[in-house]
């Protein structure tokens, strides 16, 4: 059955990323997932195919997505999404949503998540600056970004890894000028 989706917002995408993707977990040392129901409510889905979706669906779903943020080039990161957009079967669509009328795109349910992600990722390298995803720099840190900074500069996921980064450099340099 063909379902309607919508770009995934950008913020959604990096929660359900870095909440249920195996590298991020692994580095930030975090045993559990976040609750289903405050993440994939946000994510351009239609609300029953959002309550279908398991642990392990988005689990497998951030491990995908996560693998194109790990690209180390934006044409690798062109590539790959490409290649998984020409994986599903997405059609332009149109709905009226009270007295506006919004682009929706239809692709099967299984697909639903995936392609809100990639329709979102899509005009993010196309659209805005394709340079902008990332993954933090820190050392104890996995957790995937997208940089909004009018300065475009942005290397951490958060503040606290930025601070965190901040002080363990503070602590080197102090100790080698001793
Ligand atoms: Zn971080």
Redesign the pocket.
Known sequence: MDVRVRPMPMDTLVELVNGWGAEPRRAGARSHVPSRADHVHRAGLPPEVADRLTDADLADFADVVFGIFARPSTAERVERISALLTGLAIRPDLVIDGDRVRPVWLTAEDDALLAAALLALRAQVAEQDPGRLGI?V?GG?A?VYVDISPAGRRR???VQ?QNRARAADYRRRHRAAR
Do not use: L, N, Q, T
């Open positions: 933090c820190d840190c957790d951490f996921c958060s890894c």
